[in-house]
């Protein structure tokens, strides 16, 4: 079965320090994997998608992701970041399903 | 509208109580999901509902769930005789034609507390 571990539980940076979250999946097939990030109180808004392709992914919000099928990894960056980015941050990989397993999730605190 | 929309937002029953929660997807989309989210813990799947075909049912935590999905449109979630454990956000998504090549659409929950 899949499975996606996301080993960070919280996360602390500086405003303007570089971010990177990680995550890490177990699926048999190619996967579909996405990063969504939950503000307080909001619901999960997506953040970007790897299908194929080039495996440095660009998103919304100045984040990038990159998928290493070696490592079983797809690592969220974000070279500089910025207090609204203080979220919760989720890993998720789709199925054959269609039906996505996701992280445990990663708490991003930002320090002024 | 214009996103998922979903009521209850907050709701708190009293432990042994039924409740129902509602799910409007965005139009148009013919797949809708529904996952929880416990405290401190990551997104737990329950059912997904794909058009007409028979919903999967593979992630509900015990038989005091169920869903249904009306006109394949709005779904509720249905939980009987409350239990504390319960207690969790609900979150709903829609997408269309499911997921592949495409991203599900989250609304913002219903924060579901039993005391």
């Known amino acids: 079965a899949q499975s996606v571990t996301q080993p960070d539980i919280h996360i602390t940076v500086s405003e303007g320090a570089s971010l990177e979250l990680r995550c890490n999946y177990s699926y048999g097939a190619t996967p579909y994997l996405f990063w969504y990030v939950q503000s307080p109180g909001q619901g999960l808004q997506l953040l970007l998608k790897y299908f194929s392709g080039d495996t440095l992914v660009q998103g919304i919000k100045g984040f990038e992701a990159e998928f290493k099928r070696s490592q079983s990894s797809f690592n969220l960056r974000k070279p500089s970041v910025h207090w609204s980015d203080a979220a919760e941050y989720f890993c998720?990989?789709?199925?054959?399903?269609?039906?996505?397993?996701f992280g445990g999730g990663t708490r991003l605190m930002v320090k002024p | 509208g214009a996103g998922v929309s979903q009521s209850p937002s907050n709701k708190v029953t009293e432990k042994g109580k039924d409740v129902e929660l509602r799910c409007d997807p965005i139009s148009g989309h013919t797949a809708l999901y529904w996952y929880r989210q416990s405290l401190g813990q990551g997104l737990e799947f329950l059912i997904y509902?794909?058009?007409?075909?028979?919903?999967?049912k593979s992630g509900l935590p015990s038989d005091r769930f169920s869903a249904e999905r009306t006109g394949g449109s709005v779904s509720t979630l249905t939980i009987q005789r409350t239990q504390q454990e319960d207690s969790a956000v609900y979150l709903c998504a829609s997408s269309p034609l499911g997921l592949l090549n495409t991203e599900a659409f989250f609304g913002q929950g219903t924060r579901l507390t039993v005391v």
């Open positions: 998720a990989v789709e199925n054959a399903g269609n039906m996505l397993t």
């Open positions: 509902f794909q058009g007409n075909s028979a919903p999967d």
